[in-house]
């Protein structure tokens, strides 16, 4: 009789385990992630490039499990398969009853792109996915050109410190200290059918935009959200004005750490803005939102926060809950935490390729599903790329949030997803 192989398996990260309980058609928690070339795709040739791209992200060719207890990753013998765009954006890629690989690559005309839920990696952790799939490709397709010994991604880390789970090995207990935070605006409009995602990206020249944010002191993180919280204020009735309006940011946290983990290793701190009357005054906005970016994102801020997460998972009474229990609490908590959330940014940061293969890549960008509000960014060369992503049928956000950029001089160029009638 022949044995079963037993497989490997690796419990999920702090982080990883909310999304599971709280994933569904609204919201899938899968990101896009995208390289734009400046040649059509080889169908087979990326496949290739797949291939040993996996080989070397062995910890991806998993899928989610789940036990009495917890969610866990587990081995598979299951392949990815490149195919040509033909599915929605960020479309479901966890079902509790299929086990399914949590990525998927595929392509259209010169653009590769790269889906992944969620649970198996953050925005940073993917983008090394993907630029390690296109340093594959482009090897591939111009070997003549780059020779016997073309450089790599410049990616250092080994097989298990791209697995390894970074909240674990930093963190430090300590007593948890319960924050309030306030019940902030939500965005209630038409949406659109069958769940879908409506995407509208604005592109910018990357020196430009820096050079705006430096003109008013601020991070581009900080002038975004600002110009974010007025673009949503403008289109709020005064009386809807009386709750503040809550930003959410993701904060990778290798910034902080060193890690080289290539899974979630990330945590979010909320902003809020409350208008005190009809005015929308940018400069108030932008001084508040910059204080309190200074406040919560300091390193001993950051730790603590970090230590509070995980401090929950690892309650002795709380390990022993059923995981069917533990599912009703988490989507709970995650309800409850949602109500001080009106909107999301986040900044995948500057995308970095070895030079030869610089000339062959136009830009990247990123784009998450949502339920709300979100906008997604990362900079390649002189490409800053800002993604809108809602599921909602006005455009009116994104429209103000461009207009207010453009009037300040910064030109940008709009591409979108095809809108219903009357946008």
């Not at 080889?42 to 992200?57: G, H, N």
């Not at 482009?138 to 003549?144: C, V």
Request: glycine content about 4%; proline content about 4%; overall charge positive.
């Amino acid at each position: 009789m022949k044995r079963k192989r037993r497989r490997n398996w690796i419990k999920l990260d702090n982080a990883a385990k909310i999304f599971p309980p709280s994933t569904n058609k609204m919201d899938s928690k899968v990101f896009r992630f995208a390289c734009e070339l400046r040649e059509e795709i080889q169908e087979e040739v990326l496949q290739q490039a797949l291939d040993k791209t996996l080989s070397i992200f062995k910890g991806y060719q998993v899928v989610l499990k789940h036990g009495l207890f917890w969610y866990y990753l587990e081995d598979t013998e299951l392949m990815p398969k490149v195919h040509e765009e033909h599915t929605p954006i960020c479309q479901q890629l966890y079902d509790k009853n299929e086990s399914a690989l949590l990525f998927d690559v595929f392509y259209y005309r010169n653009r590769i792109s790269f889906e992944i839920y969620h649970a198996l990696a953050d925005g940073r952790g993917a983008m090394l996915f993907l630029r390690e799939l296109v340093c594959q490709y482009l090897m591939l397709t111009h070997a003549d050109e780059l020779g016997e010994n073309p450089p790599d991604s410049e990616y250092e880390g080994s097989h298990s410190e791209r697995m390894a789970d970074s909240f674990d090995k930093y963190y430090v207990p300590q007593k948890i200290k319960r924050t309030k935070s306030p019940i902030t605006h939500q965005l209630k409009r038409g949406r659109l059918s069958e769940n879908r995602l409506k995407v509208i990206e604005g592109i910018a020249d990357t020196g430009k935009a820096l050079a705006l944010a430096k003109q008013h002191d601020a991070t581009l993180t900080a002038f975004l959200v600002s110009l974010l919280i007025c673009s949503i204020a403008d289109n709020m009735t005064v009386r809807e004005r009386k709750k503040p309006i809550g930003i959410s940011i993701p904060v990778n946290l290798r910034s902080y750490f060193p890690s080289e983990s290539s899974r979630n290793f990330f945590s979010v701190v909320n902003v809020f803005y409350r208008f005190k009357g009809e005015e929308v005054n940018f400069e108030d906005v932008l001084t508040s939102i910059k204080k309190q970016m200074a406040e919560k994102l300091c390193s001993d801020c950051i730790r603590e926060k970090m230590n509070n997460m995980i401090a929950i998972e690892k309650n002795p009474a709380i390990r022993i809950i059923p995981l069917t229990l533990k599912n009703f609490f988490m989507n709970l908590g995650y309800k409850i935490a949602d109500r001080s959330v009106t909107a999301s940014l986040s900044n995948i940061g500057k995308v970095t390729m070895p030079e030869v293969y610089q000339k062959h890549i136009r830009l990247f960008d990123v784009m998450a599903s949502t339920k709300k509000i979100q906008i997604c960014l990362c900079s390649y060369g002189n490409n800053l790329v800002m993604s809108f992503t809602d599921g909602f049928v006005s455009a009116d956000i994104q429209k103000c949030f461009f207009r207010k950029l453009t009037a300040m001089n910064l030109p940008i160029e709009i591409v979108s997803s095809p809108l219903e009638e009357g946008n």
